[in-house]
Each structure stands twice: as structure tokens, then as C-alpha cells.
């Protein structure tokens, strides 16, 4: 069932334009991780879902109510939408459980009693009963950030938005909070989340929305997104991955100058010694002394990875011609450095198009 349904929204600023053209919809009882570099619209979507930023155009349907149309209620619809801050957004002068009632009392019109007994319940619920008389200024991050999470049940949404609710907080104190909200995803709330923690990201949702490039560049589910996603920037991001690549346009290349840059590649990363050694073997052997000894296979493309996620260093070379694989059509002797060097390699050959790569070993 669908709840939001977004159809070509755009938000632009004087020197940028953040959501260039977004269409997507949000269902029911769906727990979205939205990732992505920063400045590429995650927390501009949020705003303009509760017109907290007015969309330059497009429109934005909420439970069949366009909320984007001047003429629409748009406080009686963000009663349907909590939202949470990085910020927190506490009321300094109230304590705990005022600043937890207070939205129901004078929006809902819940009486006094009644909004207390369920805010306490919602104050046991994140693990801060004991602290309803205390005052902002008293609690941790993390402990307001699981304020502000119970003041937005509170008003009983039908849907939640977090804009990076622990990106201000210590990293001890990112746990309390992922835990709260894991909880309300148990509980079936809809929720959408800007979020940098991957691993909180792939075990909490059904659906990751990866943005970039002034949209939602590729959407799906966790394992999809986090195991085999199909786009690079994806690929880049999700493995955070830094690059080295290089373009070879002739066998007169300056080789020597490369290694260098490829060997610096690998201490600014902190690769062991043997792995750069390796590294650079393999370049030797694969491209130097076989590839790009064959006329036909200019311009070659060479691309060195390293992954922060699993610190692993793959190489692959991409080049013209008929098939010629480096390890079974190459000179024995670097066939042999080449499987001493690396942990795995493959081979592919189509329409013209020669693609090795190998992982290198630690």
C-alpha cells in the first residue's frame, strides 16, 4: 500500500540544484535506508517530504493528499510524518517529559493526564523514565536523541523520518540510538532513514535508496544494494573504495614513472610492504611485460582498488584486440609470478574487449 508517492521532484538553490528529478513511492510498513556521499540531496528529500523545504516543482502525495498544492493543510499532514534531527531540537527551558508532551497536549488536544502516562510509557520504552525530570542540558547525546525519537512517537505518525540521527553523537552513543530505532522497525513504523552506517542501514531495512548524481542513483534491497550493486558509484561508494587508474595510449608509456605513483598508491593506503611488492609484480608482469607488448591492444586502462570495507586490493586491465590472457597466453615464467602474487584472477573476452583482473595478496 502505498503511503508517499514522489513524482519528479526538484529542488534547486541559487548555486546548486540538490533533487534534480526524483520520482519514487514509500510504502507502508517500509524501513528506507537513504546513503550516499555528502550534497547529494539525503537530507533536502526529507525537508521537502514535510515541506520543511518547498520543492521547486514536482509534486509529493501523501495518503492521496497532494501536500505540494498551496491550497493543502500542510500542518494537519505533518502530523502524519514525525521527524528527527541530528540535532535533537530539545526544548532547553522544559524538562523530559514536557518536551515529550508538550506536541500532543496543545496540537492533539490529549488531555494533560493522558499525555503524561503515555509519555512515561514512551520514556520506559527508549530507557529513560528515571530521567523525566531532568533537562536537556543534564542528558548525553545519545540520550536526547532518544528524547527526541519518543517525542516524535508521541504525536503518533504514521511515518518517521530521521535526518542522520547519529551523526552528531560520540561513537559510543551511536548504539543506544540505532537500537531504539531498530525496535520501532520490529513494531512495522514506516521510516525513512539518512543514515552513514552501512551495516545499521542493511540489517535494519527493506529498501536502501543510494543517491547521488541529483537523484535516487539506484535503489533496492539490502543485498542488493550492499552485496552486488549494479551501478560504479554505487560499487565506489558502498566498498569505499579510493582509486588509482591510469590510461596507456602507447608501448612507450613511462613505466617507471607509474611503478613509483602505484607504490606511493599503496603507502598512503598503509598496505603492508609485501602487498605493494606484489602490486607492483603484478603490473610488471600482467601489463608491463605481456599486455602491452601486443600492437593491437591501445589504449589499455588500468585500474588499481583498494576497499576500506575489507582492505582488499584487486587489479584489473581493460584492453583492445583479440583474446590474449596474460597468465595462460603470456610468458610462462610471469604466469607463474602472476598466480604467486594474487589471491584469485579471471578473464572474460567480448566483442573486441579483453578484461583481467586479479585480487593481490596481503
Known amino acids: 500500500m502505498s503511503m508517499i508517492k514522489i513524482e519528479h ?5 541559487p548555486n546548486v540544484t540538490p533533487l534534480k528529478d526524483v520520482s519514487v513511492e514509500i510504502n507502508k510498513g517500509d524501513v528506507i535506508s537513504v546513503i550516499g556521499p555528502s550534497g547529494t540531496g539525503k537530507s533536502t528529500l526529507l525537508r521537502c517530504l514535510n515541506q520543511l523545504e518547498a520543492p521547486t516543482s514536482g509534486t509529493v502525495t501523501v495518503d492521496g493528499e497532494v501536500i505540494t498544492d498551496p491550497k493543502c493543510d500542510i500542518s494537519k499532514v505533518r502530523r502524519k510524518m514525525g521527524m528527527v534531527f541530528q540535532s535533537f531540537n530539545l526544548f532547553n527551558n522544559l524538562n523530559i517529559i514536557e518536551n515529550v508532551i508538550s506536541a500532543p497536549i496543545n496540537i492533539l488536544k490529549t488531555p494533560r493526564a493522558q499525555a503524561y502516562r503515555e509519555g512515561m510509557e ?12 531532568s533537562f536537556p542540558e543534564e542528558l548525553s547525546g545519545g540520550q536526547k536523541q532518544r528524547v527526541a525519537i519518543a517525542r516524535a512517537i508521541a504525536m503518533k505518525p504514521e511515518i518517521i523520518l530521521f535526518d542522520e540521527p547519529t551523526s552528531a553523537l560520540d561513537p559510543t552513543m551511536v548504539g543506544e540510538v540505532l537500537s531504539v530505532i531498530r525496535s520501532l522497525a520490529k513494531d512495522g513504523m514506516t521510516m525513512m532513514i539518512v543514515t552513514h552506517e552501512m551495516k545499521f542501514a542493511h540489517d535494519v531495512s527493506n529498501r536502501v535508496f543510494y543517491m547521488d548524481e541529483g537523484g535516487i542513483y539506484e535503489e533496492g534491497t539490502p543485498d542488493e544494494i550492499f552485496s552486488s550493486p549494479k551501478k560504479e558509484k554505487t560499487r565506489v561508494f558502498i566498498k569505499r573504495l579510493r582509486q588509482l587508474p591510469l590510461l596507456i595510449e602507447s608501448a612507450d608509456f613511462d613505466y617507471i614513472a607509474y611503478s613509483s605513483k602505484l607504490e606511493m598508491f599503496g603507502k598512503d593506503n598503509s598496505l603492508s610492504e609485501k602487498t605493494i611488492r606484489n602490486l607492483l609484480l603484478v603490473f610488471e608482469e600482467a601489463v608491463k611485460q605481456n599486455i602491452s607488448a601486443r600492437k593491437d591492444v591501445f589504449p589499455l586502462k588500468v585500474m588499481t582498488e583498494f576497499s576500506e570495507t575489507d582492505e582488499s586490493v584487486t587489479f584489473e586491465a581493460v584492453y583492445k ?5 596474460p597468465v595462460k597466453n603470456g610468458d610462462e615464467l610471469s604466469a607463474k609470478l602472476i598466480k604467486s602474487m594474487t589471491a584469485n ?8 574487449e579483453n578484461r583481467f583482473m586479479c585480487e593481490v595478496k596481503a
Open 122 to 133: 514512551l520514556l520506559r520504552r527508549v530507557g529513560l523514565a528515571e530521567k523525566a525530570e
Open 321 to 325: 584486440g583479440e583474446s590474449y590472457d
Open 9 to 13: 521532484l526538484r529542488k534547486e538553490y
Open 345 to 352: 584472477y579471471s578473464y572474460t573476452h567480448n566483442n573486441g
